[in-house]
């Protein structure tokens, strides 16, 4: 109707000056044109979109993310950090769309890029928006495979461990008698002799040394976001393993030095790990420790 109602108004200017239709044509066309650039620019105005996400992620990951959307025409859109596949919609969109983080961090907003097209699809408006998520995405480092330190690996045998203590005896939980197949070794000849019967010795399980991983992101940025990635592999070694994990890391709070049980705890804690110099935790038995940082 606009651009009819355009065409009538030029058509009748023409008539008048006598300018013919090449001038009408014209005028049809620059309002066309101008129609279309300004509807173009007032859909992406009116676009407006909310996000939500899980509470973890990992680098390298798709996870989804979920969007509401309403547009009174037409657009495009794609996530820009984390990065996703674009996806049209037109009127109202509600449901998820896969995204990938690039890079650990804490994720508390997401940048999106809206590209509409107008009625035409001859001008395209380009807009931007930053999404607020309700609440931060940890978004945890992922894990590059690596093999504990040797006497990590030995320290349940009686091993002397990095940083711990060493330990040749053995503990003795209790004395029973001799069974068929018990090595001759295990015999308690003190007991036996006492009794006049064979006792053996049952040993106390060897204690697994406790793992401390120490992480300084301070120094070359590409190299403190590979660390990351090998300070969770050496968690995600030390848990399969059975082995206590103490993780020492600098945050926005401060320095952290604490235990971790799972792989989604280590997860949180890198993710939200910064620049600085951890602490150096003080653990009681045997100790492995692993320092990752610059030096």
């Not at 606009?2 to 058509?11: H, K, R, S």
């Not at 894990?143 to 690996?153: G, H, K, R, S």
Request: charge should be neutral.
């Amino acid at each position: 109707m606009v651009l009819a109602g355009a065409a009538v108004a030029f058509f009748a200017a023409s008539r008048t000056a006598g300018a013919g239709w090449l001038t009408v044509m014209v005028a049809v066309a620059v309002s066309l044109l101008g129609w279309t650039a300004i509807d173009a620019w007032w859909a992406a105005r009116h676009v407006t979109i909310g996000a939500n996400g899980p509470a973890d992620a990992t680098v390298g990951r798709e996870f989804e993310l979920d969007l509401a959307a309403r547009s009174p025409s037409p657009v495009s859109m794609h996530a820009i950090d984390p990065s996703s596949d674009r996806h049209w919609m037109v009127g109202y969109m509600e449901g998820p769309i896969a995204v990938l983080p690039l890079r650990r961090c804490v994720l508390r907003s997401v940048e999106v890029e809206v590209h509409a097209g107008g009625s035409l699809g001859v001008f395209t408006a380009i807009r931007k928006m930053v999404l607020t998520l309700p609440r931060p995405i940890d978004v945890a480092p992922s894990p590059i495979a690596v093999a504990l330190p040797p006497a990590a690996m030995s320290a349940g045998h009686g091993e002397t461990a990095v940083g711990g203590r060493h330990s040749d005896g053995e503990t003795v939980r209790s004395v029973r008698e001799y069974q068929t197949g018990d090595p001759v070794r295990m015999i308690n000849w003190a007991v036996t002799a006492r009794r006049d019967q064979l006792a053996v010795k049952e040993l106390e399980a060897p204690q697994a040394p406790t793992l401390v991983v120490v992480l300084d992101l301070s120094g070359d940025p590409g190299q403190a976001e590979r660390n990351a990635a090998m300070a969770a592999g050496y968690v995600q070694t030390g848990l399969r393993s059975g082995m206590p994990v103490i993780l020492s890391t600098h945050d926005e709070g401060g320095q952290h030095a604490g235990g971790v049980g799972s792989m989604l705890e280590a997860g949180r804690r890198l993710a939200r790990a910064t620049p600085g110099r951890p602490p150096t935790p003080v653990v009681d038995g045997m100790v492995a420790q692993v320092r990752l940082g610059p030096g």
